[in-house]
């Protein structure tokens, strides 16, 4: 009885198993391929969720032509750490109530995985995920580079985003005196 | 790239004013974007309650060289406060009414009753022309009057009315300003006997009617009464004129407290 028990285990756990690596492949522009479990990309991505419902993912590596290796890893790996993060009821309801609940505060690994981006890394993240439909990695991303521009001068930021500055003088003058109320204790 | 860069900026921290106020300076593209009607609409529904400046309160002077009068102060509840011109209002003004992004005061001059609109953002302040009839007790209402407006930057420069209902010698009367046609309308008489108003009460808007809140006393009770001084059909707000003249001064009788809160 014992042993039969724990043949039954240890089939269940090779099923559990083989479950989970039940994953996508995921083609840069650079034609680097990247695994996804399949549960956390049709969870996390609005089009990989389309793409797996709709039978167009290739076994050989699904070509994602607007993502360049460096995003797309990243894109990857915040799937990952998502999966294994949140507890499934946060994030069922985080991913649900994105467009009428107020923004929810990134989470602590949510805020590292951020951090440790380079700038054009983040820029590029921020792409991808509006590429891929992926609402929460936006939500994080964008919330990031918010972050980045508080307390910056105009030039700065102007600088981050490779902005040219298309006012004259006369028209910048003006409009700062328009706005002086906003600037006053700065 | 637009889309995202909305994204970001939605983002940013309203509760400083000056970090979004500021990406107008960036460039033409990024000023059109915040000051679009679809962002601020966003950004309302994104941060849901909208950060609390400050707020105005009326309190009374005491000038030691001259005498006791009215002064309405505002207040700041953050470090950074919304406007270097919020200040206060001494010489006598009074706060009545606020709505829109205005504020209605008031003060009692030699002349007659003197009313005046602040926006208290840019500190830019409208005197409205004397009232030609005298009144021992009034009460005013100050609202944008831009049917098309969403009333979420509405302040800068817009039209907008004051909807005043005073009790003079002839009895009541109702008479509204508007700032196209910067006179007051001609008078329409109500009817209402023996009332006084609750001026701590601030009027309300629901809709397009604007209420007013009185007492009338009678030997021990007191009943609310509202005045459905607006009363306007979607088709003809945008019409000053035939907004003025659509019925804006009819009794609604007498209202309970119950009646009020269902409306």
Redesign the interface.
């Known amino acids: 009885m014992e042993v039969d028990k724990g043949k039954g285990e240890a089939e269940e756990t090779r099923k559990v198993a083989e479950a989970d690596r039940d994953t996508v492949t995921l083609k840069s522009s650079d034609g680097k391929l990247f695994e996804v479990s399949k549960e956390a990309a049709a969870r996390l991505s609005t089009v990989l969720a389309g793409m797996i419902a709709g039978g167009s993912i290739d076994d050989n590596g699904t070509d994602l032509k607007q993502i360049g290796s460096e995003a797309l890893e990243n894109v990857v790996d915040y799937c990952n750490k998502h999966a294994n993060s949140i507890p499934s009821a946060a994030l069922i309801s985080s991913s649900i109530s994105f467009n009428t609940a107020?923004?929810k505060e990134p989470e602590e690994w949510e805020r590292k995985f951020v951090d440790r981006l380079s700038h054009d890394a983040l820029f590029d993240l921020?792409?991808a995920a509006?590429f891929l439909g992926m609402e929460r990695l936006?939500d994080v991303t964008?919330?990031k580079?918010?972050e980045m521009?508080?307390g910056k001068s105009?030039d700065q930021?102007?600088e981050v985003?490779n902005?040219?500055?298309?006012?004259t003088k006369e028209e910048?003058e003006e409009?700062?005196q328009?706005?002086?109320?906003?600037?006053?204790?700065? | 790239?637009d889309?995202?860069?909305e994204?970001?900026?939605?983002?940013?921290?309203i509760d400083t004013?000056?970090?979004l106020?500021?990406?107008?300076?960036?460039?033409?593209?990024?000023?059109r974007l915040v000051s679009g009607a679809g962002f601020r609409r966003r950004l309302r529904a994104?941060?849901?309650s909208p950060p609390m400046l400050g707020f105005l309160c009326n309190t009374l002077c005491n000038n030691p060289n001259t005498y006791i009068t009215h002064l309405t102060r505002f207040v700041p509840t953050m470090?950074?406060?919304?406007?270097?011109?919020?200040g206060d209002h001494p010489g006598g003004w009074r706060a009545d009414d606020a709505r829109h992004g205005r504020v209605l005061l008031s003060r009692r001059a030699a002349s007659g009753l003197e009313l005046m609109v602040w926006d208290p953002?840019?500190?830019h302040l409208q005197e409205l022309p004397a009232l030609p009839w005298p009144t021992y007790s009034w009460k005013a209402a100050v609202l944008c009057a831009s049917a098309a407006c969403d009333h979420l930057d509405c302040h800068r420069g817009g039209p907008f009315r004051v909807v005043y209902i005073g009790v003079g010698d002839d009895g009541a009367f109702s008479c509204i300003y508007s700032s196209d046609a910067a006179v007051w309308s001609k008078p329409v008489s109500i009817e209402l006997r023996r009332f006084s108003y609750t001026k701590s009460v601030q009027s309300v808007l629901v809709g397009k009617a604007l209420y007013f809140m009185f007492h009338e006393n009678n030997e021990s009770s007191i009943d609310l009464q509202l005045l459905d001084a607006i009363r306007a059909n979607p088709e003809n707000a945008a019409d000053p004129s035939a907004w003025l003249n659509q019925g804006h001064a009819q009794t609604r009788g007498r209202t309970t407290r119950k009646d009020l809160a269902r409306r």
């Not at chain 1, 328009?178 to 700065?186: G, N, R, T, V």
């Not at chain 2, 106020?21 to 000023?31: P, Q």
């Not at chain 2, 470090?79 to 919020?86: D, E, L």
């Open positions: 107020p923004f921020v792409e509006n936006l964008c919330h580079i918010s521009m508080k105009p930021i102007r985003f902005i040219k500055n298309d006012y910048l409009i700062r328009e706005l002086a109320w906003a600037f006053y204790d700065d | 790239m889309q995202l860069v994204e970001i900026l939605l983002r940013l921290p004013p000056a970090h106020v500021g990406v107008a300076l960036v460039c033409r593209r990024w000023r994104f941060h849901h470090t950074s406060s919304c406007s270097a011109h919020a953002t840019t500190d």
